[in-house]
């Protein structure tokens, strides 16, 4: 079964960056689109980004477009993302995804489309 292990939250102050990993394994990685999601206290979970099989097509929530890039690959099979100008309202624990798709270069943006969580990892960001 795929595993996904998250790393690289924490506290950072308000208009600093932060870069969160995701270690995938037990799967061939080229085969899922990988997502991140955040839930902060009290509020459903929402996507954050997304990013293609091949990683040629990328989606973002509105919120963090042009702050927050997604991307796969690198020294193995991870998935990052690279958040910059963070403010308070991106307080939340955020989840590595994986889903499952016959497409290379299609995203997925629903929760219920992805088979596979992390454990999460809390990233505050205080004013």
């Known amino acids: 079964q795929v595993h996904l292990v998250e790393s690289g939250g924490g506290l950072v102050q308000a208009g600093h960056s932060l870069r969160l990993s995701c270690a995938f394994s037990n799967g061939p990685f080229r085969n899922y689109v990988m997502g991140w999601f955040r839930q902060a206290p009290g509020k459903e979970r929402e996507i954050v980004a997304a990013?293609?099989?091949?990683?040629?097509?990328?989606y973002y929530a509105d919120s963090v477009s042009g702050r927050f890039t997604i991307s796969r690959g690198g020294a193995g099979s991870t998935v990052y993302l690279q958040m910059n100008s963070l403010n308070p309202e991106d307080t939340a624990v955020y989840y590595c995804a994986a889903a499952t798709s016959l497409f290379l270069s299609r995203v997925r943006t629903s929760i219920s489309d992805y088979d596979y969580w992390g454990q999460g990892t809390q990233v505050t960001v205080s004013s």
């Open positions: 990013i293609s099989r091949i990683g040629d097509s990328t």
